[in-house]
């Protein structure tokens, strides 16, 4: 497939394979002519299970190259390379997506929810004005560049393979090609009933609430579980876990995820126009991305080699980061104040809790480094239990903390503790995205700087540990 590529030099240069998904793969390149960073997605008509879906991708793929909205990622060129490749080039949006935003924050502000709901909505209206219906409206498919712009991307792609799901395999539809992406499902859409623009609300619905809430309304250990719940279960009012969020805003979350299609908003620019009624600030164009946030995520993709195009595409899994991400298991504990009665027992009898002393965070993530055991006190200090004993540091000695990536076979983490005299103690040396991110968000990440004069670490002023 790279080499393929390659074969249209004259107009690009292919970069390296920023993600791969069944028969289709992203690439970073550069447009010679242009001089410009684009994103290629390439479907592998040697591997496709269909022609059938090759020909259709490309036709789907050439509708959407004509939607021209500020709020849709432009596609710039759909084309085909022999009889073993097709291509669509598209813009790179160098910033991070609405899961990447989620990763790290968990949840976001009622404006920016609020604000990023309703240029999608805007996104889709005119898209829907168009008969083309989105089918996978996600976190990963809502992106916003570096001044805050938001950008909604990979229109039309699922009715591409839902249009051949006959013939394709049954892999395919374990993939998500074929059903969409089951938390953000209409409940017409999991039951495999015609779709239209109302389908994409309910999901954006979906979305919204996942923005505010932290999680999405609806999840289980299977995706049946999930398209039953989709079908059939009523969601946890959102107020009441988020008193911020107005009785307005809420009512129009409410009907956006009405069940029946005909009790929902009957157009996109319903609900663009009715979140700026209830929320003037919505009507902003810009979503506050933190420049710090942005720095963090470039310097893990930076680390692991790989910079720009941070996000795009359900084929690409979204950036590299956030999809490494979302395939490394949750840590296998992350526990904030109060913390259970039986694990601080654990603690106190393992040493890791001074007489007097409560923990206010406990941290320990899965795979190969699961025995290791981070604890955070009420006095300020810090505690490591492995299976060989107890370090603990007192809040006079821990400076902060420090982190450092690698690339092997994924992003790498590796995460210590800063102490006095220039010591550090190497807590985790191989987290890798979900774990990592997790801890991170928690302790608060400090930056140390080294005292050139008395060969010590010191912090820069105002950079004391969060917690």
């Known amino acids: 497939m790279q080499a393929a590529l390659r074969a249209e030099g004259e107009e690009f240069t292919v970069g390296p394979l920023l993600g791969q998904g069944g028969f289709a793969a992203v690439f970073r390149a550069r447009d010679d002519t242009l001089h410009r960073d684009v994103a290629v997605k390439a479907l592998d008509l040697e591997i496709a299970p269909s022609r059938t879906l090759a020909e259709r991708f490309l036709r789907e793929a050439r509708t959407v190259a004509q939607l021209e909205h500020p709020n849709i990622v432009p596609i710039y060129k759909v084309g085909r390379q022999g009889t073993a490749l097709l291509y669509i080039i598209m813009r790179c949006i160098d910033g991070p997506s609405v899961r990447q ?35 996978d409206v996600k976190p990963d498919n809502i992106l916003l560049d570096k001044q805050g712009h938001v950008f909604v991307t990979d229109f039309g792609i699922a009715k591409a393979a839902e249009a051949v799901s006959a013939a394709a395999t049954s892999q395919l539809t374990s993939e998500g090609m074929i059903l969409g992406t089951p938390q953000y499902m209409s409940p017409e859409q999991a039951a495999g009933d015609a779709v239209d623009g109302r389908s994409d609300i309910y ?3 979906i979305v ?38 107005s009785p307005e805003l809420a009512a129009i979350l409410d009907q956006m995820l009405q069940k029946d299609p005909g009790r929902r908003h009957q157009s996109a620019a319903e609900v663009s126009q009715a979140l700026v009624e209830v929320l003037p600030t919505a009507a902003r164009g810009r979503v506050k991305v933190k420049r710090s946030l942005i720095s963090t995520l470039m ?61 206010t965070y406990v941290f320990q993530p899965g795979g190969s480094e699961e025995q290791t055991l981070f604890v955070l006190t009420t006095r300020g200090g810090a505690a490591v239990v492995t299976s060989a004993g ?3 540091y007192r809040r006079d000695t821990l400076l902060g903390f420090g982190d450092e990536s690698r690339w092997d076979n994924g992003p790498r983490f590796l995460f210590m503790l800063e102490l006095r005299g220039g010591r550090r103690d190497t807590v985790y040396r191989s987290l890798s995205a979900r774990p990592f991110f997790e801890l991170s ?17 010191r912090i820069r002023a105002g950079d004391r540990p969060r917690r």
């Open 101 to 135: 935003l989620l990763s790290i924050r968990q949840r976001l502000s009622v404006g920016d929810s609020a604000r990023i709901t309703r240029q999608a909505a805007d996104a889709l209206a005119y898209a829907h004005s168009r008969g083309v219906v989105h089918r």
């Open 203 to 205: 999901s954006l619905g």
């Open 208 to 245: 919204l609430y996942h923005m505010l809430a932290g999680a999405p309304p609806f999840d289980g250990p299977t995706s049946a579980s999930i398209l039953a719940k989709q079908l059939t279960a009523t969601p946890e009012p959102i107020r009441r876990l988020r008193t911020d969020v």
């Open 299 to 359: 310097k893990y993709a930076v680390g692991a080699g790989l910079v720009g195009c941070l996000a795009f595409g359900a084929f690409a899994a979204g950036a590299v980061v956030v999809a490494w991400y979302a395939l490394s298991s949750k840590p296998r504990l992350s526990v904030t104040a109060p913390v259970p009665a039986g694990l601080a027992a654990t603690l106190r009898r393992q040493g890791a809790l001074l007489p007097g002393d409560t923990a």
């Open 390 to 392: 107890v370090r603990r």
């Open 441 to 457: 968000r928690r302790v608060g990440l400090i930056k140390i700087e080294e005292d050139r004069v008395h060969g010590g670490v």
